[in-house]
């Protein structure tokens, strides 16, 4: 996993696509919020958004 992140900072680097880290940061937290939140209480409202 590790040797991912460091492979993907080094492409970030030597490629400039600076513009990836707010979207692929966005991705990662909507992932979270759809893992974290789908057994519970919150779920039924998270609906109308996904």
Same mark, same amino acid.
């Given at each position: 996993?590790?040797?991912?992140? #460091?492979?993907?900072? !080094? $492409? %970030? !680097?030597?490629? #400039? #696509?600076?513009?990836? =880290?707010? /979207?692929?940061?966005? +991705? =990662?937290? +909507?992932?979270? %919020?759809?893992? /974290?939140?789908?057994?519970?209480?919150?779920? *039924? $409202? %998270?609906? *109308? $958004? +996904?």
């Amino acid at each position: 996993m590790w040797d991912l992140i #460091k492979e993907f900072s !080094r $492409f %970030l !680097r030597q490629e #400039k #696509k600076w513009w990836l =880290i707010p /979207l692929v940061v966005t +991705l =990662i937290l +909507l992932a979270a %919020l759809v893992v /974290l939140s789908s057994s519970s209480a919150v779920a *039924p $409202f %998270l609906y *109308p $958004f +996904l």
